[in-house]
């Protein structure tokens, strides 16, 4: 694998093939509360490293352009090297999370239109949400650039809605990362039960990283079940 380049909180990075890439190795360590709240779950990384490279594969072929170039082994992916856009991009189906809490909405309320907030990405800060002016002001992205991310990520989870909802789960709400690379903006980083929050459409069970962020327990059988269904539609 080589010097590790950098190491984040689930994952650690590597030289690629070339200056053009980079390889990503998935971590099994959860951590939840800005990093306060840690540990090791084991299979985990291998879980999202396999979710994530169906839903990346699956937006790309639906003409999404992302970063990864290609799997590696069953915890490392490929992926061209691109400049991160320090603004997180989250989209909300149901409200759910620091928005009900925010807005004393219960979770699971259902919205009259989808949501599309930014949040600075910081663990300094813990990641506060950020507007587009404050964004732009900021100097973290173009408005061009803050559109096409926007449509982006309503395109993607028009797509991820789809194929989640065949699975018999809601997506709920997720998150998104953005590069620059080669005058492009990339889907980065990973969509996974990490990232997502996916309930079970019949009995509203929850699959995703609330079951460690709120100690449900048998945190990895809800990835497990994701997983599981992801590869059911998807052989279809
Ligand atoms: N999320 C994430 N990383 C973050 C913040 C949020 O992956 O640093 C995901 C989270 O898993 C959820 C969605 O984005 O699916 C919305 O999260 P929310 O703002 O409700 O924050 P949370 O309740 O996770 O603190």
Redesign the pocket.
Same mark, same amino acid.
């Given at each position: 694998m080589g010097e590790v380049l950098y190491e984040g909180k689930s994952k650690l990075v590597y030289r690629g093939e070339d200056e053009n890439s980079i390889l990503i190795r998935y971590k099994d360590t959860a951590t939840? $509360?800005n990093g306060e709240k840690k540990e090791e779950l084991i299979g985990k990384g291998k879980l999202n490293a396999e979710i994530s490279n169906i839903i990346f594969k699956y937006l790309a072929e639906k003409g999404i352009k992302t970063h990864l170039i290609k799997v590696v082994d069953d915890i490392s992916v490929l992926v061209r090297k691109a400049e991160i856009i320090m603004v @997180?991009v989250?989209v909300?189906n149901l409200a759910?999370? /620091? $928005? /009900?809490?925010k807005y004393g909405v219960p979770e699971g309320t259902e919205l009259r239109n989808t949501i599309v @907030?930014f /949040?600075l990405?910081s663990d300094a800060l813990g990641?506060p949400m950020i507007n587009e002016s404050q964004i732009t002001a900021l100097g973290l992205a173009a408005k061009e650039e803050l559109e096409e991310m926007t449509e982006q990520a309503f395109k993607i989870n028009g797509i991820l809605s789809d194929l989640f909802e065949e699975a018999d789960i809601r997506l709920?709400? $997720?998150?998104l990362e953005f590069g620059r690379a080669g005058g492009e903006i990339l889907l980065c980083d990973e969509i996974s039960p990490? /990232?997502?929050?996916l309930w079970d459409i019949s009995s509203g069970e929850k699959f995703?990283?609330?079951r460690f962020?709120r100690n449900l327990g048998n945190v990895l059988d809800g990835y497990k079940e994701v997983l599981r269904r992801l590869k059911n539609v998807r052989q279809k």
């Open positions: 939840a $509360f @997180e989250i909300r759910a999370g /620091s $928005f /009900s809490k @907030e /949040s990405k990641d709920v709400d $997720f998150k990490d /990232s997502c929050r995703d990283k609330d962020r």
